[in-house]
């Protein structure tokens, strides 16, 4: 009802959503709303080892069925930038073939696959084996992964504090981005000193150049969602209704 009532399009779904409601009843809500379901979130745990990977890959079609079913396109993740025993080239290899699996396991359903790079270095400090953090990174995934649906999610806090330029959003296209994550980065603080948790509303601050971040997807025509994700303490503590109304002003 806030989604609908200020204004969004669409709105993030999941499986525990579906096993709530049914698949019936939440396709009428999302319809009497003129929601779109914009995304969800991928539900095989791909990080760890592998029997919890075979597990979820067997049940992974039944979530693609769902998803395919109320029109949600668009499964959206984020990678660790750093293990703590694989080195790169290993880890690389690993994610490689469990992303490749993931892709033809949706692939018959339309499903596509978003991978979000964490930019911070305060993330990599310290840790026995830096991993992907920017966008050549994720390139690199995608062309050794070889699928058409799998992708970006593009996060603007991780373009700046990767030390990500325009020059490497003109690397990108819309077929490229499966979702897109806008927020800002804190006042007074260093980009090698950002901290991933701690963000703040698209534009609030301004230390992210989103009018740059922004007019790339322009230029693309991106045709995803745009998500707010700005980890404020501040917003979580606003009366809901309230916080919907500063995430569309700060969207618009």
């Given at each position: 009802?806030?989604?609908?009532?200020?204004?969004?399009?669409?709105?993030?779904?999941?499986?525990?959503?579906?096993?709530?409601?049914?698949?019936p009843?939440?396709?009428?809500?999302?319809?009497?709303?003129?929601?779109?379901?914009s995304?969800?979130?991928?539900?095989?745990?791909?990080?760890?080892?592998?029997?919890?990977?075979?597990?979820?890959?067997?049940?992974?079609?039944?979530?693609?069925?769902?998803?395919?079913?109320?029109?949600?396109?668009?499964?959206?993740?984020?990678?660790?930038?750093?293990?703590?025993?694989?080195?790169?080239?290993?880890?690389?290899?690993?994610?490689?073939?469990?992303?490749?699996?993931?892709c033809?396991?949706?692939?018959?359903?339309?499903?596509?696959?978003g991978?979000?790079?964490?930019?911070?270095?305060?993330?990599?400090?310290?840790?026995?084996?830096?991993?992907?953090?920017?966008?050549?990174?994720?390139?690199?995934?995608i062309?050794?992964?070889?699928?058409?649906?799998?992708?970006?999610?593009?996060?603007?806090?991780?373009?700046?504090?990767?030390?990500?330029?325009?020059?490497?959003?003109?690397?990108?296209?819309?077929?490229?981005?499966?979702?897109?994550?806008?927020?800002?980065?804190?006042?007074?603080?260093?980009?090698?000193?950002?901290?991933?948790?701690?963000?703040?509303?698209?534009?609030?601050?301004?230390?992210?150049?989103?009018?740059?971040?922004m007019?790339?997807?322009?230029?693309?025509?991106?045709?995803?969602?745009?998500?707010?994700?700005?980890?404020?303490?501040?917003?979580?503590?606003?009366?809901?209704?309230?916080?919907?109304?500063?995430?569309?002003?700060?969207?618009?």
């Amino acid at each position: 009802k806030l989604a609908a009532a200020y204004g969004f399009q669409g709105i993030d779904v999941s499986m525990a959503h579906v096993k709530e409601l049914g698949l019936p009843r939440l396709s009428r809500l999302l319809e009497s709303h003129k929601l779109v379901a914009s995304n969800t979130g991928m539900p095989v745990n791909f990080r760890e080892d592998d029997d919890k990977f075979e597990e979820g890959l067997a049940a992974l079609p039944e979530f693609c069925r769902a998803m395919s079913e109320l029109g949600c396109t668009r499964v959206l993740t984020w990678l660790l930038p750093y293990h703590e025993t694989l080195p790169y080239e290993a880890n690389f290899e690993r994610l490689r073939s469990r992303t490749l699996r993931l892709c033809e396991a949706m692939e018959p359903y339309g499903l596509r696959y978003g991978l979000e790079f964490v930019g911070p270095a305060t993330m990599r400090a310290g840790k026995p084996y830096p991993f992907i953090y920017n966008i050549d990174g994720i390139l690199d995934l995608i062309q050794a992964v070889g699928k058409a649906n799998l992708g970006f999610l593009l996060d603007c806090f991780h373009w700046y504090t990767s030390g990500g330029t325009a020059e490497d959003l003109d690397k990108l296209s819309d077929p490229l981005i499966v979702g897109v994550h806008v927020n800002d980065a804190r006042a007074g603080v260093s980009r090698e000193a950002q901290i991933d948790n701690q963000r703040a509303m698209p534009g609030e601050t301004g230390v992210v150049d989103i009018a740059t971040f922004m007019r790339a997807l322009d230029r693309m025509a991106y045709s995803g969602p745009i998500i707010v994700e700005p980890f404020s303490q501040r917003l979580r503590e606003l009366p809901p209704e309230q916080a919907v109304a500063e995430t569309v002003k700060s969207l618009d």
